[in-house]
């Protein structure tokens, strides 16, 4: 494509990405559905611009007034992905000269919102949290996240998928934390080579893992996946369980459910059970009252944890929608701790950074049920014979430990969890 007309292209997909009226993976989908000519080069070029300019928003606004035209094409100037030559090609001198003076201003120079770009209402509870930690974490979610993969431990080992892979010409390193992960260098097309045709590999983050690893299903049990969306979490649990028992997946998106069908097709599980389910109090969860061994909710959060992927979602939430997020998550782990059976184990989660929908949740439900013991997370890790426990959590009230995942820390998305078991 000219460079002319991907500039062009460029600046169409941000404008629609910031009218912010949906995702943006939902966004760059449907452009690229309507432009079906894209190639692949064209549609990372696209992709990571609009991207780039999410992630960066705050500085490029800071910019672009002292340039000219309309402003999505200057946004997307200043956040194009790909040669600065090829780029220059399909810009008028007076933009060459914008854009040249804009690479001469020392960001280190600026107010410090123009450096975080992060909205003036996330900033202060990241700083409460991590002090002179901030600014590492702050540069690690304006990059891209890197390609983790699970190995399906029930027919595959890691070694052996780590081989095939290298053989397909991918490269990767086993994680440091979970025993099934793999970390690939770049992001390479997965869908045509084989271990992933035939369900050895499943693409899922790090931290991700961890969290079906601390449920620690066993052979033979009934648990629950509670908010199973499109089931990530729940083939892994399945393979933990060795394909015997009963594993639910439960959620309110049958839409989100029917995503797990081709991956559990491919997994070679049968022991999953999907359910749509009208809200946590619904019939179906009733009835398995008292009857479960292990519960995870990985219960429905800003999501701000996956910034790195997920750029908008620091535009598209507030203070106030936390505030209503954390009421329905306290009411989700109160519903689904009553489907444990005693010495029953609950596992909660999110990938949000905030206290408010993490620890916050987790004190105060061991505050109001004293029928569950709080296990300490570094406790629970160390069993699972999993390295370096101690550097994947952080303290709550008792001095108990929560798992607690940074980017900047882990190479993971942000993830918390708390452990129950019942007395």
């Not at 992630?55 to 956040?79: C, N, T, V, W, Y």
């Given at each position: 494509m000219h460079p002319k007309a991907l500039l062009d292209a460029c600046s169409e997909l941000v404008k629609l990405t910031l009218r912010f009226e949906y995702p943006v993976d939902s966004v760059v989908s449907r452009y690229f559905r309507d432009h079906k000519g894209l190639g692949p080069r064209e549609r990372?070029?696209?992709?990571?611009?609009?991207?780039?300019?999410?992630?960066?928003?705050?500085?490029?606004?800071?910019?672009?007034?002292?340039?000219?035209?309309?402003?999505?094409?200057?946004?997307?100037?200043?956040?194009?992905?790909?040669?600065?030559?090829?780029?220059?090609s399909a810009l008028t001198d007076?933009?060459?000269?914008?854009?040249?003076?804009?690479?001469?201003?020392?960001?280190?120079?600026?107010?410090?919102?123009?450096?975080?770009?992060?909205?003036?209402?996330?900033?202060?509870?990241l700083r409460e949290q991590l002090g002179e930690e901030f600014w590492p974490l702050v540069e690690s979610l304006n990059k891209s996240a890197g390609l983790d993969l699970r190995v399906n431990s029930l027919n595959d080992k890691r070694p052996d998928v780590q081989k095939e892979l290298a053989k397909a010409g991918i490269k990767s390193a086993a994680t440091p934390y979970s025993p099934w992960g793999l970390r690939l260098e770049g992001k390479p097309a997965l869908a045509k080579v084989d271990v992933f045709a035939r369900g050895a590999i499943e693409v899922q983050d790090e931290g991700s893992q961890m969290l079906a690893l601390l449920l620690d299903a066993h052979r033979g049990e009934m648990v629950v996946d509670f908010c199973a969306g499109a089931g990530g979490k729940t083939l892994a649990i399945g393979a933990s369980m060795r394909n015997t028992g009963r594993l639910y997946a439960f959620d309110t998106s049958g839409h989100r459910l029917d995503a797990i069908k081709p991956r559990l097709a491919r997994s070679g599980l049968s022991n999953v059970h999907p359910a749509a389910i009208a809200h946590e109090r619904d019939d179906r969860v009733k009835r398995l009252g008292g009857k479960i061994d292990r519960v995870l909710v990985d219960a429905p959060c800003s999501g701000l944890g996956t910034l790195r992927r997920n750029p908008d979602l620091k535009w598209r939430q507030s203070s106030k929608i936390i505030e209503e997020m954390a009421v329905t998550q306290a009411a989700i782990l109160?519903?689904?701790?009553?489907?444990?059976?005693?010495?029953?184990?609950?596992?909660?989660?999110?990938?949000?950074?905030?206290?408010?929908?993490?620890?916050?949740?987790?004190?105060?439900?061991?505050?109001?049920?004293?029928?569950?013991?709080?296990?300490?997370?570094?406790?629970?890790l160390a069993q699972l014979k999993v390295s370096h426990a101690p550097i994947l959590c952080s303290g709550g009230e008792n001095h108990l430990k929560y798992l607690r995942l940074w980017p900047h820390k882990h190479s993971t998305d942000g993830f918390f969890a708390a452990v129950w078991q019942k007395k």
């Amino acid at each position: 494509m000219h460079p002319k007309a991907l500039l062009d292209a460029c600046s169409e997909l941000v404008k629609l990405t910031l009218r912010f009226e949906y995702p943006v993976d939902s966004v760059v989908s449907r452009y690229f559905r309507d432009h079906k000519g894209l190639g692949p080069r064209e549609r990372a070029t696209l992709a990571e611009t609009v991207y780039n300019v999410l992630r960066q928003k705050l500085l490029f606004d800071h910019f672009a007034p002292s340039g000219s035209g309309p402003k999505e094409r200057r946004l997307a100037i200043l956040g194009f992905h790909g040669p600065r030559d090829f780029l220059k090609s399909a810009l008028t001198d007076q933009e060459k000269n914008w854009l040249d003076q804009c690479d001469q201003i020392k960001v280190e120079d600026l107010m410090e919102r123009h450096r975080h770009n992060l909205p003036e209402w996330l900033v202060q509870p990241l700083r409460e949290q991590l002090g002179e930690e901030f600014w590492p974490l702050v540069e690690s979610l304006n990059k891209s996240a890197g390609l983790d993969l699970r190995v399906n431990s029930l027919n595959d080992k890691r070694p052996d998928v780590q081989k095939e892979l290298a053989k397909a010409g991918i490269k990767s390193a086993a994680t440091p934390y979970s025993p099934w992960g793999l970390r690939l260098e770049g992001k390479p097309a997965l869908a045509k080579v084989d271990v992933f045709a035939r369900g050895a590999i499943e693409v899922q983050d790090e931290g991700s893992q961890m969290l079906a690893l601390l449920l620690d299903a066993h052979r033979g049990e009934m648990v629950v996946d509670f908010c199973a969306g499109a089931g990530g979490k729940t083939l892994a649990i399945g393979a933990s369980m060795r394909n015997t028992g009963r594993l639910y997946a439960f959620d309110t998106s049958g839409h989100r459910l029917d995503a797990i069908k081709p991956r559990l097709a491919r997994s070679g599980l049968s022991n999953v059970h999907p359910a749509a389910i009208a809200h946590e109090r619904d019939d179906r969860v009733k009835r398995l009252g008292g009857k479960i061994d292990r519960v995870l909710v990985d219960a429905p959060c800003s999501g701000l944890g996956t910034l790195r992927r997920n750029p908008d979602l620091k535009w598209r939430q507030s203070s106030k929608i936390i505030e209503e997020m954390a009421v329905t998550q306290a009411a989700i782990l109160q519903s689904a701790s009553r489907l444990l059976k005693p010495g029953g184990r609950l596992v909660y989660a999110t990938c949000s950074l905030l206290p408010a929908e993490n620890e916050v949740i987790a004190d105060a439900f061991s505050a109001a049920n004293v029928d569950f013991a709080a296990l300490d997370v570094g406790d629970v890790l160390a069993q699972l014979k999993v390295s370096h426990a101690p550097i994947l959590c952080s303290g709550g009230e008792n001095h108990l430990k929560y798992l607690r995942l940074w980017p900047h820390k882990h190479s993971t998305d942000g993830f918390f969890a708390a452990v129950w078991q019942k007395k």
